[in-house]
C-alpha cells in the first residue's frame, strides 16, 4: 500500500488515520501522564473507535482533522496533530505518547508543518496549552509561538505569518 505522506521530516512523517491506530490511539490517551494535561478522561475503547472513525474521515480540506504521527524507521505511531481552520487562525493541537516524549519528534515535525501551514494559509496558528504543561510551552516558545492570554488556566499561545508573507 502506498502511503500519503502529508508533511515529512528527517525521522517522522504525517499521514491520516487508518483504523488499525486505534490500539495505539487509545494507549497513550489513557496514559495518566498525558491524560491530566488534555480534555479527556477515562478514555475508553469505544471512545477511540469513535474518535478514529472520525479522524478516518477527516481531512484538511474539510477544515478539522486529526493527523497521525509515524516513525520512518519502524512505521509506529507515535502521537497525533490536530488542525482546525477557522476563519481567522488554525487551531493546532498535538499529542504524543510518553515513550516517544523529549526525542525532538514533535519539534522536527513541527518545524516542517507550521511553516507550510503559515505559507499556504497565511493565518496565524493559535494553540491552548494547560498552564502546568511547562514542556509543551517550552515547545511552542521554541517553535516561535508567543504568548497571548489565559483562559480557565489554559495559555492561548500564537505564532503569526509576518515572517511568511
Not at 521530516?9 to 488515520?17: I, M, T
Not at 484538511?60 to 497521525?68: C, D, E, V
Not at 516513525?71 to 507515535?78: D, G, T, V, Y
Given at each position: ?134 514542556e509543551s ?9 508567543r504568548h ?18
Amino acid at each position: 500500500m502506498i502511503e500519503a505522506k502529508l508533511f515529512e521530516s528527517e525521522r517522522v512523517y504525517v499521514r491520516s488515520f487508518r483504523q488499525e491506530d486505534t490500539l495505539i490511539f487509545l494507549a497513550y490517551r489513557q496514559d495518566k501522564e498525558i491524560e491530566r494535561y488534555q480534555g479527556w478522561k477515562d478514555y475508553s475503547l469505544k471512545d477511540a473507535q469513535d474518535f478514529v472513525e472520525w479522524a478516518c474521515n477527516s481531512s484538511i480540506a474539510s477544515g478539522k482533522t486529526q493527523l497521525a504521527l509515524v516513525l520512518k524507521e519502524s512505521n509506529i505511531m507515535f502521537g497525533d496533530i490536530y488542525l482546525s481552520f477557522e476563519e481567522t487562525h488554525i487551531d493546532l493541537g498535538y499529542t504524543c505518547a510518553s515513550a516517544f516524549q523529549k526525542k525532538g519528534y514533535m519539534t522536527e515535525i513541527l518545524n516542517v508543518v507550521l511553516p507550510q501551514l503559515l505559507q499556504t494559509y497565511k493565518k496565524r496558528i493559535r494553540t491552548e496549552i494547560d498552564v502546568r504543561n511547562t514542556e509543551s510551552i517550552r515547545l511552542c516558545e521554541r517553535l516561535g509561538f508567543r504568548h497571548i492570554e489565559v483562559v480557565d488556566a489554559y495559555l492561548i499561545m500564537e505564532k503569526g505569518v509576518s515572517s511568511v508573507v
